[in-house]
């Protein structure tokens, strides 16, 4: 089973996600704030990090550059989300990819799927 670690400071947007994740299957692990994801990671062992940009104690371009610089966690798919286009900042942090909120939940097991066939082994 694919773990996902859903990191938003929303609870709304992180109930509504963790309930459609475990319906499509995933195991899905929540972290509310950004400085916790690095600490949380060997815990958790997530198979992809789906993380809002901005969150109450952090950006999400520090939280890919922190979790970038941990060789275990280097190649571990992250996907940023905002509602606002900072894809250029999230891109050049290390994400894999970028939503543009809204996006359809419907879009996460394809987006999943192609990021862990392509993560390197």
Do not use: N, W
């Not at 992250?78 to 994400?95: C, L």
């Amino acid at each position: 089973m694919t773990r996902i670690m859903l990191v938003d400071d929303d609870r709304t947007t992180v109930k509504l996600l963790q309930t459609l994740l475990e319906l499509d299957g995933y195991e899905v692990s929540t972290v509310p704030r950004g400085l916790d994801v690095v600490p949380k990671m060997h815990q958790l062992c997530p198979d992809i990090v789906l993380m809002d940009y901005h969150l109450s104690d952090v950006e999400g371009d520090k939280v890919v550059r922190d979790l970038r610089q941990v060789p275990a966690f280097a190649q571990i798919p992250v996907v940023i989300t905002s509602g606002m286009d900072v894809e250029r900042e999230a891109m050049q942090a290390g994400a894999s990819s970028f939503l543009l909120k809204p996006f359809e939940p419907e879009e996460l097991p394809e987006l999943f799927s192609k990021l862990l066939a392509t993560r390197p082994s």
